[in-house]
């Protein structure tokens, strides 16, 4: 079974990992292992395919992988969260945004043209489940990525959207979106900071994404039932009404995993180099 972020908005995205803790490993904080290690998480493998000057049937562990890329000039990683009429932080060519946008995540090199899309297949009975992820490297576009904000304006955005998130949940029957989304946020509550990020993000980058995936919790709960909906119009209504939220929950976390490269842009920017 192919899965995509849409269908556990409470758990980081795989492209959330490989984007903060490949920035840790080029930044010189973690060793390969342990960022290896990191990205695995409770999966059972990872691979990768399609590297510059592979054969078409090679594979590689995520540690070498990781060290090719360096060895390729790569410098950092971004994150995006593409959806459809939302092409977050994507730069083209249009079949890369295609093969993205049908995971909901990717994940772009800084220094060199190439991109990374999860391909990720669960197996298992529920409640005892594990997946393995191919990640298929391809070149992209030498281009700034569609609509990412900085993390000054994603947090701007995001405390109007808290509110405005709090607010529409209070306003429909929570109830309707039934005990195991709601079971789901209460574990996702207990969830400390420790668990955000790699080493050397900034302290605000975690609280951004703190924020932007209590915002994300808090709409799939709103998503996830007709609530006090009772005709297909209030149904549509209210999806029209969660979509913009979405779209800044969205934005603030592509802003959070990709504080550390901009961090650096800024001061290499001020220093002159």
């Given at each position: 079974m192919?899965?995509?972020?849409?269908?556990?908005?409470?758990?980081?995205?795989?492209?959330?990992?490989?984007?903060?803790?490949?920035?840790?490993?080029?930044?010189?904080?973690?060793?390969?292992?342990?960022?290896?290690?990191?990205v695995l998480g409770a999966d059972e493998s990872h691979r990768v395919a399609g590297l510059p000057g592979d054969a078409p049937d090679e594979r590689h562990g995520l540690t070498?992988?990781?060290?090719?890329?360096?060895?390729?000039?790569?410098?950092?990683?971004?994150?995006?969260?593409?959806?459809?009429?939302?092409?977050?932080?994507?730069?083209?060519?249009a079949p890369f945004n295609a093969r993205a946008l049908g995971a909901g995540e990717a994940v772009l090199a800084v220094g060199v043209p190439l991109g990374l899309v999860p391909e990720v297949e669960v197996f298992g009975p529920p409640?005892?489940?594990?997946?393995?992820?191919?990640?298929?490297?391809?070149e992209v576009n030498d281009a700034p990525p569609a609509d990412v904000p900085s993390l000054h304006e994603a947090e701007f955005e995001l405390a109007d959207g808290l509110r405005r998130a709090t607010v529409l949940l209070t306003r429909l029957d929570v109830a309707g979106a039934g005990p195991e989304s709601l079971r789901a946020l209460e574990a996702y509550r207990r969830r400390g900071h420790d668990e955000l990020l790699a080493p050397g993000y900034p302290p605000r980058a975690v609280r951004v994404l703190?924020?932007?995936?209590?915002?994300?919790?808090l709409l799939s709960i709103a998503s996830g039932g007709h609530g006090a909906a009772v005709s297909a119009s209030e149904i549509a209504a209210r999806q029209e009404a969660l979509a913009?939220?979405?779209?800044?929950?969205?934005?603030?976390?592509?802003a959070a995993y990709n504080a550390l490269v901009d961090e650096r842009d800024e001061r290499d920017g001020r220093d002159g180099r």
């Open positions: 192919l899965v995509t972020p849409a269908d556990n908005p409470y758990e980081e995205p795989r492209s959330g990992r490989l984007t903060a803790w490949g920035n840790a490993l080029l930044a010189g904080l973690v060793p390969p292992d342990n960022a290896a290690a990191a070498w992988a990781l060290g090719r890329l360096r060895v390729l000039g790569v410098k950092g990683l971004r994150l995006a969260l593409p959806t459809a009429g939302h092409p977050l932080g994507l730069t083209g060519p409640g005892d489940r594990s997946a393995t992820v191919l990640w298929r490297c391809a703190e924020s932007a995936r209590q915002v994300a919790a913009p939220l979405w779209r800044t929950a969205r934005r603030a976390q592509v």
